[in-house]
Nanobody, 129 residues
């Protein structure tokens, strides 16, 4: 069983930076790991794929965050990271850590929460203008 726990959210002004962390427990070597987000006003059951990484370190990004966000992992510490730079008000959302064998399919797309093997509890990021 995979368990995920995010931290690092908060409030920041536009142009600022935040780093999210996700502590991972359980067997994940065959999974993609990634970050998704849910923005207020969108369907509660859908989350947008922001960035995904595989076990080799290959990473994939939604067009909306390319060049600004970086996903990384420290397998020794069992931790997944999302470095977010040049934040914009439209990045305001609850960010979720996720694990699934097919996660790469949903980069830049919305996925229903039931379609993904494991989710963290979410961490809120608020970007003010």
């Amino acid at each position: 069983q995979v368990q995920l726990a995010e931290s690092g959210g908060g409030s920041v002004q536009a142009g600022g930076s935040l780093r999210l962390s996700c502590e991972v427990s359980g067997y994940t070597s065959r999974f993609y790991m990634g970050w998704f987000r849910h923005s207020a006003g969108t369907s509660a059951s859908d989350r947008e794929g922001v960035a995904v990484i595989d076990s080799t370190g290959a990473s994939y990004y939604a067009d909306s965050v390319k060049g600004r966000f970086t996903i990384s992992q420290d397998r020794n510490k069992n931790t997944l990271y999302l470095q977010m730079n040049s934040l914009k008000p439209e990045d305001t959302a609850t960010y979720y850590c996720a694990a699934d064998p097919n996660l790469r399919l949903w980069v830049g797309r919305s996925v229903g929460v039931l379609a993904v093997y494991a989710w963290g509890q979410g961490t809120l990021v608020t970007v003010s203008s």
